[in-house]
């Protein structure tokens, strides 16, 4: 459903991603695996039209959406959950859901409060206030409230404690369950190899390797030279 | 002993109520800066020119329907509104192409906006005078605990809370409040959870300049309405949005009513330099709190 076909992406003068190409194809979940400044970020940028690439172009559904921005893309079925989060602080957990752009109707508020049912009881809470497994889950929860096809989760588990990244990876699972395919960047093999059916590998902002989870936990050299283990 | 005397005279509390009311028209324009300044981050130097075109349209409305209360009322509707439009036609038409320039680019283009609006007004309004005068059924004063005010500046001491309440319950209240107080903070994620975010910016400048437009039909029949009634308007609004807090409603309150009070007080405690006196509750809030009064947005 997603093809990314050759993409260079620049911030400013810096040249940041090479001749990148990805796919993913519906109800998968598809990992994005790197070091920290590999490009991981920078491609989810780019897919959530939040980056415009110089060359190349995205594809999804078919349909030519390169250079479309990101408000579009969202009513198009792709979202973008971003590494830092970035919920709304000044507005409450519920204005946080309440302001979305609702592509469909199947999700709402009652559908996001039962996947996540911690956020139901501090709906009223400002959202600046909440922890870190607080905001991680408003921030998938929020994305949601648009009905996307295309999650775009931007190291969703980053930073958590082990308990409530356990409890995150549930309900990531259970979004793929729902027929959402997400594509998943994450620094850390061990953890995302409980998700990803397939991964690529990014480092120095070109695409090093891909294979399917069980490939790649074989793989000892790769994961070596790419990855932190 | 005269400072005193005067301070605590029987006419201080009319004084106060006076300079209340004459706060009331300040924190509307101010306001309505701050609202573009926090969601927009365009310090707008042109509000002063749309508060100035409020008082003329409104001043043609009256003239247009003849006088009297039912003119004038209208004229409080007619003229923000057109301001509103003029706003909707810079902010589609010019601001909105900027957005993801340098700031300066938005500066240099408010100020320039400044002076163009300020020549059209001249080519269409004249460089004479022009007054309104307060209709018929707000004229006389009223009895405030034994004191005389005017009636209008009873009229407005009503309105200012009004327009207060109003704005708390769309910027606090509405999805659409709610999403421009999102877009204060992160507009880029705005956009990413599918809200366009340029409506959204066209629909706070929309309500900043029709709060600039009212600010100056409320204006019309207790000054002379004249070129340049911009520029000392922008100063003060300007100084109020940064010692209340950027783009804080109620920082635009707050230094509304400092901006007010301390000028009329200040009239009372040494009438030769009464209007100092804001400048240096300016100056002294500055030096406790330099980053205003209230959390600024930015």
């Given amino acids: 459903m997603l093809d990314v ?29 790197g070091r920290n400044g590999a ?167 070109r695409i090093r390797y891909q294979g399917t989870a ?11 030279m790419h990855l932190m283990i | 002993m005269d400072f005193a005397a005067n301070l605590f005279s029987t006419g201080t509390l009319s004084q106060i109520l006076v300079g209340l009311s004459r706060t009331t028209i300040l924190f509307i324009v101010s306001s309505g800066m701050s609202l573009i300044l926090g969601v927009l981050r ?30 004038f009322l209208a004229a409080l509707v007619v003229a923000p509104l057109i301001v509103a439009a003029v706003g909707f036609v810079l902010e589609r038409g010019f601001f909105s192409y900027l957005y993801e320039r340098e700031h300066l680019m938005l500066l240099l283009l408010t100020f320039s906006f400044a002076l163009i609006l300020g020549d059209l007004v001249k080519i269409v309004w004249g460089p004479e005078y022009r007054s309104v005068t307060v209709p018929a059924f707000f004229q006389g004063s009223a009895e405030i605990f034994g004191l005389p005010l005017p009636w209008y500046n009873l009229f407005l001491l009503i309105v200012g809370p009004c327009i207060a309440v109003f ?22 994620m705005v956009g990413a959870v599918g809200i366009n975010v340029g409506w959204i910016f066209a629909f706070t400048f929309v309500l900043g300049s ?42 635009a309150l707050l230094g509304s009513l400092i901006f007010g009070l301390t000028q009329s007080l200040g009239i009372l405690v040494w009438p030769q330099f009464g209007i100092a006196f804001p400048y240096l509750a300016v100056v002294a809030v500055l030096v406790v709190r330099p980053r205003g009064l209230l959390r600024s947005t930015w």
């Fill in chain 1, 5 to 33: 076909r050759k993409i260079d992406t620049y911030y400013g003068q810096s040249h940041v991603l090479f001749d990148v190409s990805l796919s993913l194809r519906q109800g998968e979940i598809v990992g994005l695996l």
């Fill in chain 1, 39 to 205: 490009g991981k970020t920078t491609t989810m940028k780019t897919v959530g039209g939040m980056l415009r690439p110089k060359k190349g172009t995205i594809l999804f559904e078919g349909e030519d959406v390169t250079g479309r921005k990101p408000f579009q893309l969202v009513r198009r079925g792709i979202c973008y959950v971003p590494d830092d989060r970035r919920i709304f602080s000044d507005l409450t957990v519920d204005d946080n859901l309440g302001i979305v752009y609702r592509r469909t109707r199947e999700w709402d508020r009652e559908r996001v409060y039962d996947l996540f049912p911690a956020l139901r009881e501090i709906a009223d809470r400002r959202a600046g206030v909440l922890s870190g497994g607080e905001k991680a889950m408003l921030a998938v929860g929020r994305a949601l409230m648009s009905g996307p096809k295309l999650l775009l989760l931007d190291e969703p588990t980053e930073g958590l404690a082990p308990l409530i990244v356990r409890a995150l990876e549930e309900q990531i699972l259970r979004l793929k369950g729902a027929g959402i395919s997400i594509l998943l960047s994450e620094q850390n093999l061990k953890s995302s190899l409980r998700l990803i059916d397939r991964a690529y590998i990014i480092d120095n902002g």
């Fill in chain 1, 214 to 224: 069980k490939e790649l936990e074989n793989n000892d050299e790769i994961q070596r």
């Fill in chain 2, 42 to 71: 365009i310090p707008n130097v042109a509000h002063g020119s749309l508060y100035m075109i409020g008082a003329f349209v409104a001043w043609t409305v009256i003239q247009f329907l003849g006088g009297g209360l039912f003119a």
């Fill in chain 2, 167 to 188: 704005l708390w319950l769309v910027i606090n209240k509405t999805n659409l409040g709610k999403i421009a107080r999102a877009a204060a903070v992160d507009g880029e």
């Fill in chain 2, 210 to 251: 029709f709060l600039a437009g009212l600010g100056g039909a409320l204006i019309a029949p207790m000054v002379n309405i004249s070129l340049g009634m911009d520029h000392s308007l922008i100063m003060e609004a300007f100084l109020i949005v940064i010692i209340g807090g950027l783009g804080n409603m109620w920082g």
